[in-house]
């Protein structure tokens, strides 16, 4: 199967994700249907799209007079069934419930044609998790894609043990095609490559904020305008080496000795249990009312168009 012969993009599952990623598609000419076993779920989808278009126009990054014929593109389907019935593309973007996502692969593998290829957008999942419901483990891998999905250039694909070479470059095309940046990894592992990476970092800024060394807005600064200005130009490997190895020895044995390593997230889990979870309630590490929540999402927005 060849990119050009991906034309028609199943989705599934209405949230956050699954949202962005039909609008991916449906930017980039894909006739899209979107499933989802909720009703209110389906009914939010459009008019989630429509918001994060405006969006889009609003800093430039698409003309306006674009977003009706974009809408149209993106089909919502209550029925499962008729959603994947001639899809080419199948992108499962449920809840991460390893349970619920092999009963949905299992519908996939029965109702969609048999050159479908089947995908995941779970961050932690593995595809050969899956792969065994569907009787087609050829044609089974992960897309992970990343909030926010029509922004972020990068997407990972994940073979599983038993995907067709031919299908990994295929997805690799199509994500090409759709604008996006595919990297593909050589082999499964859990948090695949930018959230482990991301969870290390993480780790260890709650560590430190926790240490009381910064406050959350220090080390957002920090980020902001240190690590991201030089990450956004050059990667880690090519900094070390501009660095030169002797230095980076030096300094990471006088720092790593001192590093979080923890095995669990336990001033995470203290703020959820406190019902504080970020800004959808208001208050996470920092505080957030719906401007802040708009002029930081606008902010992300402008910086990953000029990419």
């Not at 949202?19 to 249907?33: D, E, L, R």
């Not at 109702?111 to 995941?120: E, G, N």
């Not at 899956?130 to 997407?155: I, K, S």
């Not at 070390?240 to 000795?257: F, K, M």
Request: aromatic share 4%; hydrophobic share 45%.
């Amino acid at each position: 199967m060849q990119p050009s012969t991906v034309e028609h993009v199943a989705v599934i599952g209405a949230g956050l994700m699954g949202t962005g990623i039909a609008q991916v598609f449906a930017m980039a000419g894909y006739p899209v249907s979107l499933s989802d076993s909720s009703p209110e779920a389906l009914q939010r989808a459009i008019p989630a799209i429509e918001e994060n278009l405006r969006l889009l126009a609003g800093v430039g990054a698409i003309p306006a007079a674009d977003i009706p014929s974009i809408v149209q593109r993106v089909k919502p389907c209550a029925v499962l069934r008729e959603a994947i019935g001639d899809a080419d593309l199948v992108i499962e973007s449920v809840r991460e419930d390893l349970a619920l996502k092999l009963e949905v692969f299992g519908q996939l593998a029965a109702h969609s044609p048999q050159h479908a290829l089947l995908c995941t957008n779970s961050s932690s999942i593995m595809p050969s998790q899956l792969a065994p419901a569907t009787q087609r483990p050829e044609n089974v891998a992960g897309l992970h894609f990343f909030n926010p999905a029509a922004l972020t250039p990068l997407v990972e694909v994940i073979p599983g043990d038993a995907t067709s070479p031919q299908v990994t470059e295929t997805l690799a095309g199509v994500l090409r095609k759709a604008g996006k940046r595919p990297v593909v990894l050589r082999k499964q592992a859990p948090g695949f490559l930018a959230n482990r990476l991301q969870a290390a970092l993480v780790r260890e800024a709650v560590s430190l904020v926790d240490r009381g060394v910064a406050s959350p807005d220090e080390i957002d600064e920090v980020i902001r305008y240190g690590l991201s200005q030089r990450w956004s130009a050059a990667g880690v490997f090519e900094l070390l080496d501009l660095a030169g190895l002797d230095t980076a020895l030096a300094a990471s044995s006088l720092i790593l000795p001192d590093l979080d390593s923890s095995t669990e997230a336990a001033s995470l889990q203290e703020r959820v249990a406190r019902g504080q979870l970020g800004a959808k309630t208001g208050r996470g590490f920092l505080s957030w009312t719906p401007d802040r929540v708009l002029e930081v999402k606008k902010r992300v927005a402008g910086a990953l168009m000029r990419g």
